[in-house]
């Protein structure tokens, strides 16, 4: 079964960089697409950054020019290097990807649990 874990959140003062990880394991065969999600409380979630496979990357206009995605084929995971981090970047950060696992068909959607990112003013 596909799991995604979220490492690398905390707490950091504006001005501030995290790096925040997302590792896929699980029966996978191929990783066409992952992203980067936060959502805070009483709020929708918002899409933060995407990598596809062939390494097209966007961002949300909010994190242009401050973040970064990045991924590591070989250990899918994929990475979200925050730089110059507000107090607005506060939020629950989830990592999603579609994957195509052995024995199904249809790639599929799944999502992490979450990393918390505090950015104190």
């Known amino acids: 079964q596909v799991q995604l874990v979220e490492s690398g959140g905390g707490l950091v003062q504006a001005g501030g960089s995290l790096k925040l990880s997302c590792a896929a394991s699980?029966?996978?065969?191929?990783?066409?697409?992952m992203r980067w999600y936060r959502q805070t409380p009483g709020n929708q979630r918002e899409l933060v950054a995407g990598i596809t496979s062939g390494g097209y990357t966007n961002y949300a206009d909010s994190v242009k020019g401050r973040f970064t995605i990045s991924k590591d084929n070989a250990k899918n995971t994929v990475y979200l290097q925050m730089n110059n981090l507000k107090p607005e970047d506060t939020a629950l950060y989830y990592c999603?990807?579609?994957?195509?696992?052995?024995?199904?068909?249809?790639?599929?959607?799944?999502w992490g649990r979450g990393t918390q990112v505090t950015v104190s003013s």
């Open positions: 699980g029966g996978i065969v191929s990783i066409h697409e």
């Open positions: 999603g990807a579609d994957i195509k696992t052995w024995g199904v068909a249809a790639t599929r959607a799944y």
